[in-house]
């Protein structure tokens, strides 16, 4: 067999292929780690989000005896058990603010799930329809399925939280 010997511009070139892969080898590991993470944060922030809303929909519907204590632990539990969350767990917590149904106008505030190590959060603002409902819910990052793979790399998620408010309205 006959070796064919780069000339001086192929030997150059080949180190140059060598020093564009080893710069551009760290950026295409982070972005490719970064869809571990980034991929199933959005996943749960929809899924936290749809919780809220179908809460804050099923309470809002109410009649006789029906408790928004039950209510809303059932809506929350069912809609996060696909991630195999729950209000039993910590760092999962759902808020609920309605009006009295007596008529006494004054706010109804129905903490549940992780009332310990979640810090409450503010009335909200411009409550002031006594048909109104609101419920939060809240799930810290750490307590989500979501790898933490990029912590090595200063970019740490635990402490976050996940977090949608949502308002419906009863009908009159």
Not at 16 to 25: A, D, K, M, P
Not at 65 to 72: F, K
Not at 95 to 116: F, K, M, N, Q, R
């Amino acid at each position: 067999m006959q070796s064919i010997t780069y000339s001086g511009y192929r030997r150059t070139r080949r180190g140059i292929q060598v020093l564009e892969v080893l710069l551009l080898f760290p950026v295409l590991l982070i972005a490719t780690l970064s869809f571990f993470v980034l991929g199933p944060t959005v996943t749960i922030r929809q899924n936290v989000q749809h919780a809220a809303e179908e809460t804050a929909r099923e309470v809002a519907k109410k009649i006789g005896t029906q408790t928004t204590t039950i209510i809303a632990t059932d809506v929350v539990n069912e809609v996060l058990s696909v991630h195999g969350l729950d209000l039993s767990m910590n760092g999962v917590r759902a808020d609920v603010w309605e009006y009295d149904d007596g008529g006494g106008g004054s706010i109804i505030h129905t903490p549940l799930g992780d009332t310990a190590n979640v810090a409450a959060p503010t009335t909200p603002v411009g409550f002031n329809d006594p048909e109104q409902v609101i419920v939060q819910v809240t799930v810290e990052v750490g307590s989500a399925p979501i790898p933490n793979i990029l912590s090595n790399m200063n970019f740490d998620i635990t402490g976050r939280y996940l977090v949608h408010r949502a308002t419906a309205f009863r009908d009159p």
